[in-house]
Structures are given as C-alpha cells and as structure tokens.
C-alpha cells in the first residue's frame, strides 16, 4: 500500500475512538465512520508503523446496525463518534470493549455483563461548556474539532439540553448588538471566553460566561434576552478568568441574575450545584451507577465506608443512609466544602470529609477506622499503586469500584488480583450514549 491509495477491504472491528477496523496486506487499517460488517472503499491517507489510515469514500455494503446520524456536524466535531451506529448496537461494542480490557491488559477472567442502557440516548448530558473564538465577522461558538483547537459552529448539540438552541441564539443576539468582544488566545485580548450552561432534572438553567475581564456591556439587554423568552433560565452568572490558561472557569465568580446555585435530586437527595460543583454529566444514569452499586455493596447499618475520590459526596451521602459511617476523601477542597454543605442539607450526620491526595490520606485513616467497606471513583487514570497496595495490606473486606476508563481498571484489578483480591461480575453502565465512554462497577472481595 502506498499514500493516496485506493483500496477495498471488510471492516471486522471497532477501535477506541469508534474507528472502523479492516486487514489489508496482513495491516491493520483504521477507517472512520466505517462499522463492522461494512465492506468499503477507501483512500491511503497515512501509512504509519503498526497500522494505515484511510479515509472512507464509499460504503459498498452497509451493516444493518447503520443508522443516520442526527448531527449536522457529526464526523466534524471532536463530541460523539457512535451516532452512525444503532444505540444496541452501541452498547454490544462496548460490553466487548470491557470484556476485551479485563482479558488483555488485565489477563483475567471476568463475567461482564451487557451494559446498564441509558434512559435518554440523546440530551442527556446536564452540562455544555462551549469555547467562542472569533471568525473573521462571524462569531463561532462550538466544539472543537477532533484533536485541533479549531472551533466547529454550531447552534445545537443532541446529547446538550435541548434548550440550548435558544440560549445560543438568544447569546448571539447579545453579542452582535452590543458589540461584545470576542477573546483570542494567541493575544490574549477580547473578553468573552467560553459559555457553560448547567441543568437540573427539573429543567432548569444556569448560564456561566467566563470572560477575560470584570464586566460585560449591557447586562440588561442580556437578562432581558432570557428572563421573559427562557425563564427556565434562574441563574446568570460571570465566571473571571483572566490568566492565559486553557482552563475554562475563573477561580471567582459574580451572580449576576438570579440564584448563585441550582438544587440537583439525586437518588432522593438534594444537592446544591454552584457554578464550580462536579456532578457527573448524565444526573439520570448517574442514579442508575449509584443503585448498581450500592446494590451490589449490599451495606447495611454495620458498615463504616470510605468513599475515595468522592468528588461533591454524592456517592458517600447516598450510602450514608445505609451505612453505619461514611468517610470521604477528595483532592478538590471546594468539593469537600459543598459535600460538607449537601449533608447538612440532607441532614445526614454520619457522614465526614478530608480534602487532600487519597494516597496521602489513606494509610492514617485505614489505621484509625475500622473500614469494611472502600468506595474507589477514580480519574481516568485509575488508581495510584501505592493506593492499591494500601488498601490490600489493610485487608478491607469489600471494595467497590467504579472506573470511567475500562484500561484501567483491568491493570488495576489485576494487581488487587495479585494482592489476594477476587472480582465479581463487571457490570458497565451506559453513561455517554454516542460516545465510546464507558462506566463499569465491580466489588472486589478479600480472597481470606
Ligand atoms: N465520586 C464522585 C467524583 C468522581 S470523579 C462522583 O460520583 O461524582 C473523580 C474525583 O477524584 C474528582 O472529584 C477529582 O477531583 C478527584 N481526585 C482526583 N485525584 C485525586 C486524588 N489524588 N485524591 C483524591 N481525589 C482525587
């Protein structure tokens, strides 16, 4: 094969990002917007070590599990990469992607069950952050394309909120009349950064800009724009991030319409949501990851919990109501203080909660509490090592871990295998419809 090749092959896979994958000349040949099943024709774009690249130009005979894509902007934008695939369809692939992981990275051999399906498959996310980046006259406010900085238009996004259309256009209308300059990171000058728009189960709207500066024009017109076309809208805020970063909030922030706060039900709870606050971005499935697991923990009154990585302390707060005492741990010190804060809030009283590095934290709390039960929601990088290592030598009873990232948790698993820990069914759950995301939970037990 050489670049600028045409050439037809049988795709039999699906890679990481949603590539199609064929064979060609004993090469693997990764082909997107191509599926499993599909024979297609394809251009040589890039011949590199281990595999090819091609670019499809025609589907010579689609796979029944094609669907047509939604998104106008979808093979553009950096966001979903499964929209052609039907949502079965998608949730057979990443059943096979988990079960792939614990087989070849972790080397064991696990029960995975067929991924927990989302309730929504498309809107589901509860909070959109857009960057804004000046065209020419045109204002652009999107995604960014798949591994650029280059800013794809749009004016909706399918997994977003559907009142989104109306923001964007409603912020447009804004923007033009008051001539609201537009921030450019190579000088760093212009004022409006990114938008963010959060949203609670009850449909309602908080609206975040971040801009480089400490004031926008206008803040009348831009209130009015929402307060009678969108009262959903219950919060305006202005998040200031002067410094050349690529992060999108500002350490400050001012409300300048409404409520600094929203309030978000999960699994009967209430929990304040701040401009800052994490909460997973799919507040539906998040309940159904949360049940999965506390199911599968089985807790009862006896247990004292340590929930690491607990982020606004959501998972600790729901297992606190089953739970004799929860523990939390998280490195983010704003998100010790709203976890604090919801379970005052709750009126949940056997539940506390340490900022700092777990692996810091955790050989003192391991001695001073008599933990039978470890929650572990790590970062996509899994565990430390050396958080593994601790937990195995304190001989905790049960360990329930939930992973956004299926890699790691199979390397991670291993070495608790290692350790004289045995897993369970691996049960994924369907946060990220259209997306190649995927959440697993699975308890591991002390083999003696
Ligand atoms: N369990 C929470 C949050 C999970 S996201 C929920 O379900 O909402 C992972 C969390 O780990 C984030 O809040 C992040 O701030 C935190 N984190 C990352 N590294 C950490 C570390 N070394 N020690 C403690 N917390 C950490």
Not at 128 to 141: L, R, T
Not at 263 to 273: N, V
Not at 422 to 427: L, P, R, T
Request: charged share 20%; net charge positive.
């Amino acid at each position: 094969m050489k670049k600028n090749d045409w050439i037809e092959l049988d795709i039999d896979d699906l890679g990481t990002d949603g590539q199609g994958i064929g064979h060609k000349d004993g090469a693997a040949v990764f082909v997107d917007g191509a599926l499993p099943g599909e024979r297609v024709r394809a251009k040589v774009i890039a011949l590199k070590k281990n595999y090819v690249v091609g670019k499809l130009e025609e589907i010579l005979s689609a796979s029944p599990m094609r669907v047509k894509p939604p998104c106008r902007v979808f093979g553009k934008c950096g966001g979903c990469s499964l929209q052609h695939l039907s949502y079965a369809a998608q949730l057979q692939f990443k059943q096979n992607f988990v079960r792939n992981c614990i087989q070849r990275i972790g080397k064991l051999e696990l029960p995975v069950n067929f991924p927990l399906p989302a309730r929504n498959e498309y809107r589901y996310r509860n909070k959109a952050a857009f960057p804004v980046q000046k065209n020419g006259e045109q204002i652009d406010i999107g995604f960014y394309a798949a591994h650029s900085h280059r800013l794809i238009d749009v004016d909706d996004c399918r997994i977003q909120p559907s009142a989104l259309r109306i923001v964007m256009s409603q912020l447009r209308v804004w923007l033009v009349k008051n001539k609201v300059s537009i921030y450019d990171e190579s000088t760093h000058t212009g004022l409006l950064r990114h938008i963010v728009l959060r949203e609670n189960k009850a449909g309602e709207l908080m609206l975040i800009l971040c801009i480089n500066g400490e004031d926008i024009p206008n803040k009348a017109h831009l209130i009015m724009l929402f307060e009678f076309v969108l009262p959903q809208v219950k919060s305006i805020i202005l998040s200031f991030n002067t410094k050349r970063t690529n992060t999108i909030m500002g350490g400050r922030s001012v409300c300048i319409y409404g409520k600094d706060y929203l309030f978000e039900t999960l699994c009967g709870l209430e929990f304040r949501i701040g401009p800052q606050t994490f909460l997973q971005v799919n507040s539906a499935q998040t309940e159904a990851l949360y049940n999965t697991l506390l199911r599968m923990l089985a807790l009862t009154k006896a247990d004292t919990v340590l929930d690491l990585y607990c982020g606004a302390g959501t998972i600790s707060l729901a297992a606190a109501r089953r739970a004799k005492r929860v523990i939390g741990i998280e490195l983010v010190e704003e998100a010790v203080e709203n976890a604090k804060f919801n379970a005052k809030l709750n009126g949940i009283e056997n539940a506390i909660f340490f900022a700092g590095d777990t692996a810091r934290l955790l050989p003192s709390v391991l001695e001073r509490e008599a933990v039978s039960t470890v929650i572990v929601d790590p970062p996509r990088k899994g565990l430390d090592e050396a958080v593994v290592r601790a937990l195995a030598a304190s001989g905790v009873p049960k360990i329930g871990y939930v992973s956004c990232n299926p890699s790691t948790l199979a390397r991670d698993l291993a070495l608790f295998s290692e350790l004289g820990y045995s897993a369970g069914v691996v049960q994924p759950v369907d946060m990220f419809p259209q997306t190649t995301h995927v959440e697993c939970v699975v308890v591991l037990s002390c083999k003696n």
